[in-house]
């Protein structure tokens, strides 16, 4: 039941419709609004390696961590079939160590709200820091409370022609701001679950932290916008750069 476990091979055709290129476009524009030109990226918390691949087919310099084995087996399995040298290793982003430092790390698609301990990434910030040249680029996004409330993950796809049929029903405490996905999927005649657990950290929170892991000129966006955050914002983006 745990997450990213059993869907990892069928990440990618579960996030076909996912808006990838307009997203490296969009993290694009916040580097350059940070003023960087940035060649070596950290991807933390990389998935399937969707956006890595993406950013070193521009040329850039990519490595990926992710806590789960399976997707970073799926990572691997791609890169090398697309002659891609993308360095991919398992690990979690609140203890990670890979050795080298970048001008860049992101994480996108909500993963840093999947580290629910607010403790844990704070720790997360920190390792980031640590893998960051001075005067690097940290930008990630996060869903807020205001999307978990609005029934963001109660979705479905149960369509025929559907190669990955899907069930999901959040259950959010607005007391804790976390919330326990139920999701359910149909795939090649078999069927699994899987629990997701996701936490809204607040805006102060997350100020907090990055100031305290030695960020600055920190930024937060209503996704895909330059605008400040909005209310009704269902995603923010950050930005920041290492001191
Ligand atoms: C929604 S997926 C997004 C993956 C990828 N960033 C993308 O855009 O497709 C969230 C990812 O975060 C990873 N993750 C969750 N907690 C983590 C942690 N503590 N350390 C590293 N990765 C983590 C999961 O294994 C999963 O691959």
Same mark, same amino acid.
């Given at each position: 039941?745990?997450?990213?476990?059993?869907?990892?091979?069928?990440?990618?055709?579960?996030?076909?419709?996912?808006?990838?290129?307009?997203?490296?476009?969009?993290?694009?524009?916040?580097?350059?609004?940070?003023?960087?030109?940035?060649?070596?990226? @950290?991807?933390?918390?990389?998935?399937?390696?969707? #956006? $890595? /691949?993406?950013?070193? %087919?521009?040329?850039?310099? !990519?490595?990926?961590?992710?806590?789960?084995?399976?997707?970073?087996?799926?990572?691997?399995?791609?890169?090398?079939?697309?002659?891609?040298?993308?360095?991919?290793?398992?690990?979690?982003?609140?203890?990670?160590?890979?050795?080298?430092?970048?001008?860049?790390?992101?994480?996108?698609?909500?993963? @840093?709200?999947?580290?629910?301990?607010?403790?844990? #990434? $704070? /720790?997360?910030?920190? %390792?980031?820091?640590?893998? !960051?040249?001075?005067?690097?680029?940290?930008?990630?996004?996060?869903?807020?409370?205001?999307?978990?409330?609005?029934?963001?993950?109660?979705?479905?796809?149960?369509?025929?022609?559907?190669?990955?049929?899907?069930?999901?029903?959040?259950?959010?405490?607005?007391?804790?701001?976390?919330?326990?996905?139920?999701?359910?999927?149909?795939?090649?005649?078999?069927?699994?679950?899987?629990?997701?657990?996701?936490?809204?950290?607040?805006?102060?929170?997350?100020?907090?932290?990055?100031?305290?892991?030695?960020?600055?000129?920190?930024?937060?966006?209503?996704?895909?916008?330059?605008?400040?955050?909005?209310?009704?914002?269902?995603?923010?983006?950050?930005?920041?750069?290492?001191?």
């Amino acid at each position: 039941m745990a997450s990213f476990g059993p869907i990892a091979p069928h990440y990618d055709s579960l996030m076909s419709l996912v808006p990838y290129k307009m997203w490296a476009s969009y993290y694009q524009l916040l580097l350059a609004h940070q003023d960087l030109r940035p060649r070596r990226l @950290l991807d933390v918390c990389c998935g399937t390696g969707i #956006l $890595a /691949e993406q950013f070193a %087919r521009e040329g850039y310099t !990519l490595a990926g961590i992710d806590l789960s084995a399976p997707m970073i087996e799926e990572a691997r399995r791609k890169a090398e079939r697309h002659h891609l040298a993308i360095r991919y290793e398992v690990a979690d982003a609140a203890t990670f160590d890979l050795g080298e430092r970048f001008d860049a790390a992101y994480s996108f698609f909500d993963s @840093l709200n999947y580290i629910v301990d607010p403790t844990q #990434l $704070a /720790e997360a910030m920190h %390792r980031v820091a640590e893998h !960051l040249t001075p005067g690097g680029s940290w930008i990630f996004d996060l869903n807020t409370a205001y999307a978990f409330e609005t029934k963001m993950f109660d979705q479905q796809d149960t369509r025929n022609k559907t190669a990955v049929k899907y069930n999901w029903v959040g259950d959010y405490n607005a007391e804790t701001r976390v919330i326990e996905v139920a999701m359910e999927f149909w795939v090649d005649g078999g069927h699994f679950r899987e629990i997701h657990v996701q936490r809204a950290h607040s805006h102060d929170e997350i100020v907090e932290m990055l100031e305290d892991a030695g960020f600055g000129a920190i930024r937060a966006y209503s996704s895909y916008t330059l605008d400040p955050p909005r209310k009704k914002a269902d995603r923010l983006h950050y930005t920041a750069i290492r001191i």
